[in-house]
């Protein structure tokens, strides 16, 4: 365990716990800065924002979602490719139809991609890019 590990999680007075650094710890630094930091600070609409935010916390109102927060739902499964349960990452990451936009999206931006199976992985993908400020402004 490095330090910054061990220093976080000693008991004691003085030992410079906080559930601010807990929190800090277990949501993961990239380069000494949240992954939700990051997110805020980029030039983008809030909507879209909001958007990639829900993602990150699984906060999407999909099939998976709606049925564990007890809705009725007719079926699980993806209303795109009828091939999974709509989860946040399915729909996001993993459906066939998803990974068609995003190749157009790639395109677009005139970048070669791998595929990411976790969304923070995703967006951090487009961090480290640091795409010129023309493609993020609208």
Known sequence: ???AHSRVWKAGKDSGFSVKSAY???RGPVEGKSVFVL???????PSAQIIA????INSI???ANLERRGVLV???LCSFCRMAVES???????????????????????????DHVVPT????HFILLNAPVQVNVV
Not at 39 to 45: C, E, N, P, R, S
Not at 102 to 108: A, G, K, S, V
């Open 39 to 45: 997110l805020w600070k980029i030039t983008a609409l």
């Open 74 to 76: 007719d079926t699980n």
């Open 88 to 114: 946040t990452k399915h729909m996001f990451l993993d459906c066939r139809i998803a990974w068609l936009v995003w190749n157009q999206c790639y395109t677009w931006l005139g970048i070669a991609s791998v």
């Open 121 to 124: 992985t995703h967006f951090l």
């Open 1 to 3: 365990m490095n330090s």
């Open 53 to 56: 935010w829900r993602v990150l």
């Open 24 to 26: 800090d710890l277990l």
């Open 61 to 63: 109102a999909t099939k």
